[in-house]
């Protein structure tokens, strides 16, 4: 297993129990395409197209790892190492 810590905000963490940081063991050699599938399987309880669409985040949502934009990371074929630091921010609010 990999340790990782999870961060949720902007109202994701809503989907989460209300927790805005977990540290969660994930699978090994999981990409972050694999942990956004896995979160929606085993963290998300309900309303799981606010977070993703299948293994593809959904729009609006900003994702960090280790506090930079995934897009300079590789997106979902980023492979997750031990100690890594992944965020979800949704830029999306009601009005």
């Known amino acids: 297993m ?4 999870l961060e949720f905000s902007g109202g994701l963490e809503l989907l ?3 927790k805005k940081r977990l540290e969660q063991e994930v699978p090994d ?3 972050l395409g694999g942990l956004i599938g896995w ?3 085993n963290l998300i309880k309900e309303r799981h197209e606010l977070f993703s669409q299948g293994q ?4 609006g949502v900003l994702v960090l790892i280790n506090d930079v934009d ?3 990371e590789g997106k979902e074929t980023y492979n997750l ?3 890594d630091c992944i965020s979800f921010i ?6």
């Open 70 to 72: 995934w897009e300079l």
């Open 16 to 18: 989460v129990d209300g």
């Open 2 to 5: 990999t340790s990782v810590v």
């Open 39 to 41: 979160i929606r399987s």
């Open 90 to 95: 949704s830029t999306l609010h009601g009005g």
């Open 29 to 31: 050699k999981l990409t």
């Open 56 to 59: 593809r985040i959904r729009p």
């Open 81 to 83: 190492s031990s100690g």
